[in-house]
């Protein structure tokens, strides 16, 4: 489990495609993951399967996350969002996040106003029934709160902060966005009647 708090941007260093699954290695500061540790690598929550050098760890990416994420477009050098799996007694900033994503949503604009930027997403439309203003939502991993919902696009802004220190700063419109649906919206959802 996550709170969808960037601790680092790391980067693709290589991608080896196995048999029916892809390897990927990633270079970041993050110091306190071990072999066997889960990751959220932007907003997907992968295993560490091997540490071969100083900041460097590795991590296998299966079909169905292949088919159900962005990963399937990734490529060497690409920034990715990094954040360690909580501990207890870890401070809950931004909302619980899973890495289990939903679907992959598409950047519809980012345009700056007053030193933060105003992001629009579309979302699948199966996952419209879980947004609401002033919900909570995983994009690449990172927690943010929804301003506004009409039909399947989801306005939000960005402060300074998260758009420097996430890889919001180096998307482009029409780039691939993994989501992930709050947990609460999910759950009780799936409860009503």
């Known amino acids: 489990m996550f709170s969808g708090i960037i601790q680092d941007v790391g980067k693709i260093s290589n991608i080896v495609k196995l048999d029916n699954f892809i390897r990927i290695a990633i270079t970041s500061t993050i110091k306190s993951y071990k072999i066997g540790s889960s990751i959220c690598c932007s907003g997907i929550c992968l295993t560490v399967t091997s540490i071969p050098k100083k900041n460097t760890f590795t991590v296998d990416v299966s079909p169905e996350t292949l088919e159900k994420t962005n990963a399937n477009n990734w490529s060497k050098g690409m920034p990715i969002n990094i954040e360690n799996s909580l501990k207890l007694g870890d401070e809950i900033s931004g909302h619980f996040v899973f890495g ?11 345009k700056e106003i ?5 992001i629009k997403i579309q979302l699948p439309k199966n996952l419209r029934k879980f947004t609401a203003q002033k919900g909570s939502i995983s994009l690449n991993g990172i927690s943010l709160t929804i301003n506004k919902v009409k039909d399947n696009i989801i306005d939000l802004m960005l402060i300074p902060h998260t758009f420097e220190n996430t890889t919001f700063s180096k998307l482009k419109t029409n780039s691939l966005i993994n989501i992930e649906v709050d947990m609460l919206a999910r759950y009780a959802l799936s409860h009503k009647k």
């Open 100 to 110: 289990h994503v939903d679907g992959i949503g598409k950047l519809i604009s980012i």
């Open 114 to 118: 007053s030193n933060c930027w105003l």
